[in-house]
């Protein structure tokens, strides 16, 4: 990890100042090999982790990688954007630019004023720090608490996306008696977040993949010293989760504005049932993606699964007309080169290009290993 800025978090003072009034606090650049593969790093995709300040001050953790049409990906409850960072560098490889945000209390992200108990502040949030890094248009793809978040956000601002990818979402009718229900008992909620702890525990592969072990726990080692040092700075996100409102009118929205809509679940999710990505899907009219014996968080447990997803998906014959359709609209040709989409997705100078790290020309491609993970596509009806 190369450090490019400091990092004492006591200081806060900004080591540079980005186009749209973002001040720049601290940045690494981590080489998405894994451990062992340092002497190797040229050969392999930089993904730049970076805690800014926006204009009014409030202090933002991002990473940053690739070039091309921008992913926005918002991490589950308790995680972080950089615990992805394995997954994200395959993406990374298919032809995209990453930006994984780590929102409100988490990650290197301030909490929210007043505890952070208004769910639809973390959603105004993650809307100021996609506004002030400059993208114009993308795609939006969230775990768990982060698909509720871009799915909220898509709703309401419907011509900046793309589409919305959800992974294991609390978004859709089942999920939403659920929390209703534990209004009136917070015990519900509560033994779901003792299942969330014990399904994230199995995610670390120990015996299956020690490699993969290793390689997580290295990612996994910030978020976990963060907890450990301050337990009651997700209490805010946590209540949130608890007071918020029904997901249906922003379903219901992204279907009237014609944004797809991709519901991504495991079939053995015991968190948030199978039931709640297919009654998403039904309402915004977007087809579901069924991950055989996935639980919550497998996505974390095999980096390989999604982007493979993603790969069939994309070069669909229905994912090539969608990116024909949106291209057209922008002006853009099927073969334009990575300045043209660029010049379309992101502000001139968008704070985010700079952001970006410099890559090995031309990008090498991350050995693929095959999925751990078999699914199947239930297109609407």
Request: proline letters at 7%; one cysteine or more; glycine letters at 10%.
């Amino acid at each position: 990890m190369k450090l490019i800025g400091p990092c004492r978090q006591d200081e806060q003072k900004p080591v540079a100042t980005l186009e749209g009034g973002i001040d720049l606090i601290s940045s690494s650049d981590e080489v998405l090999a894994g451990p062992g593969r340092h002497d190797e790093s040229d050969r392999f995709p930089h993904l730049a982790r970076h805690r800014i300040s926006l204009a009014d001050g409030h202090q933002v953790g991002v990473a940053v990688c690739g070039r091309g049409v921008p992913i926005v990906l918002v991490h589950g409850y308790t995680a972080e954007g950089m615990l992805y960072a394995q997954t994200l560098s395959r993406i990374v490889a298919a032809g995209f630019k990453v930006v994984a945000i780590d929102s409100a209390g988490h990650g290197s992200t301030q909490g929210l004023p007043m505890g952070g108990a208004d769910f639809e502040a973390y959603t105004r949030l993650l809307g100021r720090v996609v506004d002030e890094l400059g993208i114009r248009k993308a795609m939006f793809a969230g775990h768990s608490m982060g698909g509720r978040l871009v799915t909220e956000l898509a709703a309401r601002h419907p011509d900046r996306a793309l589409g919305v990818i959800l992974l294991d979402a609390i978004v859709g009718e089942p999920w939403d008696r659920i929390v209703k229900i534990s209004r009136f008992n917070p015990l519900l909620l509560a033994g779901v977040g003792g299942i969330l702890l014990a399904d994230s525990l199995s995610t670390v592969p120990f015996v299956h993949d020690p490699r993969q072990a290793v390689k997580f726990g290295r990612l996994a080692r910030p978020m976990v010293r963060s907890h450990l040092r301050n337990p009651l700075r997700i209490a805010g996100p946590g209540i949130s989760i608890l007071r918020s409102t029904s997901s249906r009118w922003m379903l219901e929205k992204l279907r009237k504005e014609h944004v797809p809509v991709v519901a991504i679940h495991g079939d053995r999710d015991v968190v948030v049932p199978l039931s709640t990505a297919r009654s998403a899907a039904k309402i915004a009219g977007g087809m579901v993606v069924v991950v055989e014996g996935g639980r919550h968080s497998w996505l974390l447990k095999d980096p390989e699964t999604l982007p493979a997803i993603l790969r069939e998906l994309f070069e669909s014959p229905l994912g090539q007309e969608s990116r024909r359709r949106d291209f057209e609209r922008l002006g853009l040709d099927l073969d334009a080169g990575l300045d043209e989409i660029e010049s379309v997705f992101y502000d001139p100078d968008a704070a985010v290009l700079a952001l970006t790290p410099e890559q090995p020309d031309p990008l090498p491609q991350v050995r693929r290993r095959a999925p751990r993970y078999s699914w199947r596509i239930e297109l609407p009806a």
